[in-house]
């Protein structure tokens, strides 16, 4: 059909058009080599890629005692008794000094502070219980060396904790002071330890030549009628 018996509703067969048609679908069966109008085309709705969302894994904050560590700290359980528990007065965040009371070498009994400005960064207790039970566990903060340190004084003597007061120094110490020995309480000589028993002590008595020794121990009363080859001695 000539461009001038084409009515407005016809499409003109031109480069343009041709390049919309594939962005165009239709609506009916358009039979080969018939013309067709606007109203038969349909524009084609762009598939745009499904954007799947980014799922976002939300960060969990620690509420456990590591978030309260220092670089290069440790956290370090120690086990409490009634005695040792500061009749429940120890928290988190609270100072403590660790003393040691053992046996001397000389069975003298001795205490000595092996640490010092430790912080206590939690309990076994739920917070906000002041009704609840002594604390059965607390977790100290401590460097590697003062973690060696405590755990030799467990294993040495009773640990005795003694809270500290709010120092400037905010790193735990470890202490080599002199000990306290209770004989500067009592004011008694330290006891010595008996000596041990001197070993006991042998006579070799020989016989003659060619006769085997005798050997008779002296804490053994020596046998009155000897044999004969035996009782002479060589000089």
């Known amino acids: 059909m000539e461009i001038d018996q084409a009515g407005k509703d016809l499409i003109a067969d031109t480069p343009e058009n041709r390049e919309a048609l594939v962005k165009v679908s239709t609506n009916r069966t358009i039979p080969g080599g018939t013309p067709f109008v606007k109203a038969d085309l ?8 499904e954007v799947v969302q980014e799922q976002v894994i939300p960060t969990i904050e620690p509420t456990g ?3 309260s560590l220092r670089p290069g700290m440790r956290a370090i359980a120690l086990p409490l008794t009634g005695e040792t528990a500061v009749a429940g007065l ?4 609270d100072k403590i000094d660790v003393m040691v009371s ?6 003298v009994r001795a205490v000595r502070t092996v640490l010092r400005n430790v912080r206590v960064i939690g309990t076994d207790q739920p917070a906000g219980q002041s009704n609840a039970a002594l604390p059965r566990a607390i977790t100290l903060e401590l460097h590697p060396e003062g973690a060696k340190m405590l755990t030799l004084a467990r294993h040495t003597g009773d640990l005795i904790l003694v809270l500290s007061d709010q120092s400037n120094d905010d790193m735990p110490m470890i202490v080599d002071d002199a000990p306290m020995l209770s004989t500067q ?6 006891q010595r330890a008996a000596p041990p028993p001197a070993p006991p002590s042998v006579r070799i ?6 006769r085997k020794d ?4 002296m804490q053994e009363p020596v046998p009155q009628n000897l044999p004969p080859a035996a009782a002479g001695t060589d000089p």
């Open 65 to 67: 005692p590591s978030e």
């Open 90 to 93: 120890i928290g988190v965040q």
């Open 185 to 190: 309480i009592s004011g008694l000589p330290a």
């Open 214 to 217: 005798q050997i008779i121990s």
């Open 205 to 210: 008595i020989r016989g003659s030549s060619g």
């Open 42 to 49: 349909l524009v084609k709705e762009e598939k745009h890629p």
């Open 102 to 107: 053992y046996n001397s070498s000389d069975g």
